[in-house]
């Protein structure tokens, strides 16, 4: 009998143990093990902000929001690919890893960055733990968000520091010309105070 067990999803060692139930292990071809056990749901994912455009440089915030529906906690994390082709995306290393407790829901934040400039959208998938039969037996599943244009900023939209700079060097040039002039009027004026 199967009395109680863990997964990738409650590896940590302050949590609990899924099951807890006495499970015989019969002959039938399939043993359901449903009691103390997690059931993570895409609740939405979204862009952090309302823009429909992506700077190459920047990158764009997102926002996966996922609840768990079932009587035990889970730890998951996200695996994230470009919706039109399935290749994988930069999102860093796996975005979560947040503990996800039974009834409530947590938000993931995490950056998207993408390497051209054309108009695709972002796939996120919950990984599921390896030791499952079964890939949706504690939930899962896969969301997505609508398409965004990402584009190459120009010059005077990548914040640029050139124009600051040449601007500070004028200011000091124009500064350090009139305090020369100051200082030359100030000597040429003790001299004539010396001379009488």
């Given at each position: 009998?199967?009395?109680?067990?863990?997964?990738?999803?409650?590896?940590?060692?302050?949590?609990?143990?899924?099951?807890?139930?006495?499970?015989?292990?019969?002959?039938?071809?399939?043993?359901?093990?449903?009691?103390?056990?997690?059931?993570?749901?895409?609740?939405?994912?979204?862009?952090?902000?309302?823009?429909?455009?992506?700077?190459?440089?920047?990158?764009?915030?997102?926002?996966?929001?996922?609840?768990?529906?079932?009587?035990?906690?889970?730890?998951?994390?996200?695996?994230?690919?470009?919706?039109?082709?399935?290749?994988?995306?930069?999102v860093g290393s796996y975005?979560?890893?947040?503990?996800?407790?039974?009834?409530?829901?947590?938000?993931?934040?995490?950056?998207?960055?993408?390497?051209?400039?054309?108009?695709?959208?972002?796939?996120?998938?919950?990984?599921?733990?390896?030791?499952?039969?079964?890939?949706?037996?504690?939930?899962?599943?896969?969301?997505?968000?609508?398409?965004?244009?990402?584009?190459?900023?120009?010059?005077?939209?990548?914040?640029?520091?050139?124009?600051?700079?040449?601007?500070?060097?004028?200011?000091?040039?124009?500064?350090?010309?009139?305090?020369?002039?100051?200082?030359?009027?100030?000597?040429?004026?003790?001299?004539?105070?010396?001379?009488?």
């Amino acid at each position: 009998e199967i009395v109680e067990y863990r997964t990738a999803w409650n590896w940590d060692e302050d949590m609990d143990n899924y099951g807890g139930d006495f499970i015989p292990l019969t002959w039938d071809p399939i043993i359901v093990v449903d009691s103390n056990i997690p059931n993570i749901q895409w609740v939405s994912l979204e862009y952090s902000n309302t823009d429909d455009r992506a700077s190459l440089n920047a990158g764009v915030g997102m926002l996966a929001t996922i609840a768990n529906r079932g009587s035990a906690s889970a730890v998951v994390y996200l695996g994230c690919d470009i919706t039109e082709t399935g290749v994988d995306t930069n999102v860093g290393s796996y975005p979560g890893g947040e503990k996800i407790d039974p009834n409530t829901e947590v938000t993931i934040q995490f950056s998207w960055r993408h390497n051209a400039e054309e108009e695709v959208g972002i796939t996120c998938e919950i990984l599921t733990p390896t030791q499952l039969v079964e890939d949706d037996a504690f939930g899962g599943g896969s969301a997505s968000a609508e398409s965004i244009t990402w584009y190459q900023p120009g010059d005077n939209e990548d914040g640029s520091i050139l124009p600051i700079v040449i601007a500070l060097l004028i200011g000091a040039s124009v500064t350090g010309y009139a305090f020369f002039r100051m200082s030359k009027q100030s000597d040429s004026d003790d001299e004539e105070d010396m001379l009488y």
